[in-house]
């Protein structure tokens, strides 16, 4: 261990450097508050590799050698807890050995749009509540090549514990832009922008995903809420309608499956 990077060992549960940690299960899924928490060694890592402020890290196993392989802020707080203690302070059996607390970046008051390139891909993530698709589906996009999100005000946060677990800390290299009317916003993109919205349904309209006719057009692809899919309104906007065929009778896909399986052919 690095003498200049002293870890604090806690013995009080109630030390206020703690109360981001507390009670994660139950912790909120949409946006709150000025700081977010990751789990894990691997998100962890990609988060000290990121240009997030990390306030703090909580560890509850030894782990003095992998502290000095990252990349440390000096002004950074190395904490130390038992397991019984962690496992009190979070609300579950935790296992993963580190936790960080890292400060969210300003949102944006202007709530501007990014000027997508030709032949972009922008998703749009229209009330997809669960935690877990949204770190799926931002795990996915990451992968094949999408920088930049559009978020509804329904959405729950990327950078929620679960999403960030299961993004595998894909949400800390993406581009997020939080849209206060959904629908205002892809009718700009639309409008100003040429670009063609997409969207998946099982419309008699839809063309099979294959035959989509890509273009250098930039393309953004609406995502809908778990259980009712697209709003009326948000759907009505779309240029574009696409459907992937199925067999036997099944009818509908997980969301985040179906977003890898629309952004592989699109990005084709």
Not at 29 to 45: D, I, K, L, Q, S
Not at 97 to 106: D, H, I, K, N
Not at 201 to 206: E, F, N, S
Request: net charge negative.
């Amino acid at each position: 261990m690095q003498p200049d990077l002293p870890m604090q060992w806690i013995e009080d549960l109630s030390d206020p450097r703690l109360d981001v940690f507390r009670k994660l299960r139950a912790a909120a899924t949409r946006p709150a508050g000025e700081f977010f928490v990751a789990e894990g060694r691997n998100v962890v890592e990609r988060l000290l590799a990121s240009d997030f402020e990390v306030v703090s890290l909580l560890c509850s196993v030894a782990c003095e050698d992998w502290l000095a392989e990252q990349p440390l802020a000096a002004e950074t707080e190395l904490l130390r807890v038992n397991n019984q203690q962690i496992r009190e302070l979070v609300g579950f059996d935790f296992h993963r050995g580190v936790l960080a607390c890292a400060r969210r970046r300003p949102r944006d008051a202007a709530q501007r749009l990014p000027t997508l390139a030709s032949r972009q891909i922008m998703l749009a993530l229209c009330e997809v509540t669960d935690a877990e698709n949204v770190g799926s589906i931002v795990r996915t996009a990451t992968a094949l090549g999408v920088t930049d999100i559009l978020l509804s005000k329904g959405c729950a946060d990327p950078f929620s514990r679960r999403a960030l677990r299961v993004s595998m800390g894909t949400v800390l290299q993406q581009k997020f832009w939080n849209s206060p009317d959904m629908a205002a916003s892809l009718s700009t993109l639309r409008d100003t922008q040429a670009c063609r919205i997409v969207a998946t349904t099982l419309g008699q309209d839809a063309v099979e995903l294959a035959a989509f006719p890509r273009n250098d057009q930039p393309v953004v692809l609406l995502l809908g809420n778990e259980g009712q899919g697209l709003a009326a309104g948000i759907e009505s906007l779309a240029t574009d309608r696409v459907t992937i065929p199925m067999h036997q009778d099944t009818d509908s896909l997980n969301v985040g499956v179906a977003a890898g399986i629309v952004l592989y052919q699109l990005s084709r």
